[in-house]
């Protein structure tokens, strides 16, 4: 594996190891597509995004997505296995049993993470939501408008 680019905590890590020397540092191997999957998002997202509002965030939004895709097949494959579980243990629209909640939607916990990561303070409101079960079918459990 050929590094091309210098780390560039490089000093923070010599620094951290010279005020503490008890203390361990990992280093560990990454492949560099996902290296490169992850600075095309860094890029993306680069600038002041707070919640996803624009056009332009949802295309950010997307990529997520697919780096998650990409990155974790196997999670993202269970996922889809769980979701007709989940929507058959529903009632029509999304209901629970005695009607006292509707889901709308179930993410995978990685992926609302990564979500956060980006959009700090990005509510999982209703509104969100069904523009996010509109574009991504996969993640709709019921109640859709």
Known sequence: MKIIKPDP????????????????LWWLAVKEKDVDDVDKLVELSHGN????E???????????????INRWPDEFNEFKKTVPQIRASRRKGGYTQNKE?????????R???????VFPRQQFDKDFIYKLIRR?????????R
């Open 111 to 117: 992926f609302e993470r990564l979500i956060k990561a």
């Open 9 to 24: 905590f490089l000093a923070v890590y010599k620094y951290e190891k010279m005020e503490h020397p008890e203390k361990k």
């Open 54 to 68: 624009r056009p332009q965030d949802w295309v950010i939004l997307e990529e997520l997505l697919k780096f998650f």
């Open 101 to 109: 909640m509707m889901y709308l939607a179930s993410l995978p916990p």
């Open 49 to 52: 995004r707070e919640t996803v």
């Open 136 to 144: 991504y079918k996969v993640f709709s459990i019921g109640g859709e």
